[in-house]
């Protein structure tokens, strides 16, 4: 069998996301190919994601390449994780992983209003509703954001008593319900935001207007062949469980989408991995060592379940207790420490390992850059972790 050790598979990180001085990416619609599909649960992180991966890329140029060239578009996709993806992906996402997804939003939703005791026929009540949504949405030009919405179909406002009974019982509206399924289903697409590129809050478009052919039929299981091979290409070679985690699929799906493609195992070290047959050369070492601070949930640090060969021990310092990770500082294919930006806007370091000096101004010198590429911003993740709370107190 043929090995692939620790060592090539950080070259290939390197090399395929973009993140070696050699390899970069030419504008964000490249970074996020380069990855399949950017993290966006977190506004800032695709911004900043495409901007480790692409240096001259600003935050100007990503809104273009999202809002006016629609080369890329926010959606629901893996694992039901927020991506920004390459427009072209869409059905391909929609297809292999999107479908199921809808259908289990759908079943609660339902089920939801059958307790609440909303209509007798709850399934053509919602289905009602999602029409007289799309309509309102189109007599509007297409964008509009929930409140419109809401106020165009009052039904959206219908309430319902969410954790009945525990200490965070909550009366929620159905809106972002409704919308949610809307985009699962592939209608509608997360547009432009209301407010800066830091927003969290966002207009609803037609899918149809973002993409052409964002409804055309793709059948699931090339659909899932598809997006194995992508992933593949980006994050090979590595454990099967690896893809399957990834994309949120089941085991059944992913021994289907493994087959329908030509792939090799390959010695890992301490376990099997499979790449894609014609993808077996190994990749050109270089002296050049290169350091990259990526975002936090960055599509680098979240490709793989299995993150020992580049995290090391450092996943206490640098991840919630629920997986999600903050940022983090690399030095040539591992991760060596974690940043934050700190509210007078320095983006201060802490070193998890020595480095050498060498290798500390190479750090020192890209938290500058980072530092006057974000200006005025402020950056918070979503999910805090231990290290980025301490850097940035």
């Known amino acids: 069998?043929?090995?692939?050790?620790?060592?090539?598979?950080?070259?290939?990180?390197?090399?395929?996301?973009?993140?070696?001085?050699s390899a970069q990416a030419s504008d964000p619609l490249e970074a996020a190919r380069r990855v399949?599909?950017?993290?966006a649960t977190d506004p800032a992180s695709v911004f900043l994601a495409v901007r480790a991966r692409s240096p001259r890329a600003t935050p100007a140029s990503v809104e273009d390449a999202l809002y006016d060239r629609r080369d890329l578009v926010r959606m629901l996709g893996m694992r039901r994780t927020v991506f920004v993806v390459p427009t072209d992906l869409m059905r391909v996402i929609g297809a292999s992983t999107m479908r199921r997804v809808a259908d289990t939003q759908r079943r609660h939703l339902l089920k939801q209003l059958r307790e609440a005791g909303v209509a007798d026929n709850t399934e053509g009540w919602l289905a009602e509703v999602e029409c007289a949504v799309l309509a309102a949405l189109t007599k509007r030009g297409g964008t509009a954001i929930a409140t419109e919405l809401a106020a165009d179909e009052p039904r959206l406002r219908t309430s319902l008593l969410m954790a009945e009974g525990k200490p965070y019982e909550a009366r929620q509206n159905i809106t972002s319900r409704v919308l949610l399924l809307?985009?699962?289903?592939?209608h509608i697409v997360r547009g432009r935001p209301t407010g800066s590129w830091l927003s969290q809050r966002y207009q609803w478009t037609l899918a149809e207007l973002w993409s052409s052919d964002a409804?055309?039929?793709?059948?699931?299981?090339a659909a899932r062949a598809e997006l194995a091979r992508q992933w593949l290409a980006a994050f090979g070679p590595a454990p099967v469980?690896?893809?399957?985690?990834?994309?949120?699929?089941?085991?059944?799906?992913?021994?289907?989408?493994?087959?329908?493609?030509?792939?090799?195992?390959v010695d890992l070290g301490d376990t099997v991995g499979i790449v894609l047959t014609d993808d077996l050369e190994r990749t050109p070492a270089t002296a050049e060592p290169w350091v990259a601070f990526l975002p936090a949930l960055d599509p680098?640090?979240?490709?793989?379940?299995?993150r020992g060969w580049f995290l090391g021990d450092h996943e206490k310092a640098l991840f919630d207790r629920n997986g999600n990770a903050g940022p983090t500082v690399w030095l040539g294919g591992r991760i060596v420490g974690g940043w934050a930006q700190r509210p007078d806007g320095e983006v201060a370091v802490k070193l998890l390992e020595d480095i050498g000096s060498d290798h500390l101004s190479l750090v020192t010198a890209e938290a500058a850059r980072l530092t006057e590429w974000l200006g005025d911003a402020r950056i918070i993740p979503r999910f805090r972790t231990p290290t980025e709370r301490e850097l940035s107190a």
């Open 300 to 306: 680098t640090v979240m490709g793989w379940s299995d």
């Open 1 to 21: 069998m043929l090995r692939m050790d620790v060592a090539e598979r950080r070259r290939r990180l390197g090399s395929r996301h973009g993140l070696h001085p």
């Open 241 to 265: 469980a690896d893809l399957r985690w990834w994309t949120g699929w089941s085991a059944t799906e992913v021994k289907q989408a493994v087959g329908d493609l030509h792939v090799t195992e």
């Open 36 to 39: 399949v599909a950017l993290h």
């Open 215 to 221: 409804q055309e039929p793709t059948s699931p299981r």
């Open 182 to 186: 809307l985009g699962a289903e592939g």
